[in-house]
């Protein structure tokens, strides 16, 4: 029974946090500026990562991307591939660090900036596949304007909201 409860919740907070990180793209969607600055669909992914499996954080962060390009046509393709990927190690080293560290609030940082900076990683060696594949130049410039630069609001965003989720909701169970 037990079991059961746990695949319950699992998919329950999955399929929230899937639906937020389809939703939220649409507070900043008329300027697409400010959305790529805030990184809207990062949220619900590493939020995602503190409350269920690696598995489970791992695929909304892969799919949300990809379903949201199929329901509305953003993000564009193929750097929605990226994306994907990107949210995806997002989830998996969130998830995976949290677990295996000890619970304070120190660690929920560590867990965050740790799958924020893999994440990057990964969407910026994405981004060189795809760009060798499409022919569509990716510079170490690009790298650091788009995983950096731009993100810099969003990153902060994320710093400041995600952690204090996670301890409210911990608290309150």
């Known amino acids: 029974m037990k ?28 300027i697409p500026s400010i959305g790529s600055m805030l990184c809207p ?33 953003m993000p ?16 998996i080293v969130a998830s995976i660090l949290y677990k295996v560290l000890p619970k304070n609030k120190v660690n929920i ?3 965050l900036l740790g799958a924020m900076v893999t994440g990057r990683v990964v969407w910026g060696i994405a981004r060189m596949v795809i760009a060798g594949v499409t022919s569509n130049p990716f510079t170490w410039q690009m790298f650091i304007g788009g995983a ?21 909701a911990k608290r309150q169970k």
């Open 109 to 111: 940082y560590v867990s």
């Open 3 to 30: 079991n059961q409860k746990t695949q319950v919740y699992q998919v329950t907070i999955s399929a929230m946090c899937l639906a937020l990180a389809l939703l939220l793209p649409f507070l900043t969607g008329q």
């Open 148 to 168: 950096l630069l731009q993100a810099i609001p969003g990153i902060i965003l994320q710093i400041i909201i995600i952690p204090v989720i996670v301890m409210v």
């Open 76 to 91: 564009p393709m193929p750097f929605g591939i990226a994306m994907a990927f990107e949210l995806a190690t997002y989830g």
């Open 41 to 73: 669909m990062h949220i619900p992914v590493l939020l995602c990562a503190f409350f269920v499996s690696w598995q489970w954080a791992g695929l909304v962060g892969f799919i949300a991307p990809l379903l949201r390009f199929a329901l509305f046509s």
